[in-house]
């Protein structure tokens, strides 16, 4: 709520969604109290304890993510340097409009990966409503089993770079299930859902296109059922490898290190979420829109939400 996705967060809200924004490692949330963890725009890095309890988490506990993400292009960063005139220094981006390094160790132990390039373009699944992708990176690589949803887009990396406008198709969306079968409604394992953009559902821009989209990645990895738009995909026969991408690496000139919150010092877990932070101290409203019980009686209507910047 208090960044510039606060749009997004008001429509979850709406839709009857309990949500807590998660200010500390993952390490520091029981994720049998969680339906689903949503990555929005990360931009920093992730300790390898904490790739290693989300892979857990996921496969054990039946915790399902709903990563947004955005681009990272280590050439279109370079380009984007510039010499500021107040410091006298030289400033370079850090990191792309998204970590997707980090985003791509998370998603490691589940054989799905990210791509480097930078789209553009109006994605549509069948009839659906165009969701307005304005960064968008792509899925370079995921399982068999699994689920990608493709739409011509424009490469904007190589708009940026060459002055060329080339658009082909490009796998933006993407559906897993930690069973290997998309479609198991085996709930005691969670569900990856991925959209390759997070800049459709900044507050700039006024109609949030892809909440349609959102709505039903939710829905997804709630309760295991595809709905809508998401019902049309096919399940692959076989890994999905695009080889005209390639995932992408850190800078090695980066120093991301000497601004990051996760490298710099270790964080500890604090007693509670403060308040402040907290969308409904009082637990799930009686009539919320989405109901999912857990193994122990345990309410999963709940999302806890980590937001970049």
Partial sequence: PHTNFRGLYGKLKEAGYFLEILGQEYTCFDASEYGTLMLVDTEDNFRKDEVTKLAKDVKDKGLSVLILAEWYNVDVMAKLKFFDDNTQLWWTPQTGGGNVPALN?????????LSDHVWKGDFK????????????TSIARFPKGGMVFKSKLTDEGQNFLQGQLNAREAAVVGLL????????????????AILGDSSCVDNKEDDLSCWWLIQQMLEYTMTAKRTGSLGEGKVLPGPHIDSSVHEPSLEARHELHLFSKTVAEKLECRASIPLSMVASPAGPPPNAAKSL???????RDKAVAQEGA
């Fill in 105 to 113: 160790e998370l998603l490691k132990p589940f054989n799905a990966a």
């Fill in 177 to 192: 299930s930690a069973t290997n079968d998309v479609d198991s409604n085996d709930m005691s394992k969670g569900r990856i």
């Fill in 125 to 136: 699944i069948g009839n659906s409503v165009a969701a307005k992708l304005k960064s968008a």
């Fill in 293 to 299: 019980w857990g193994g122990e009686g345990k309410p």
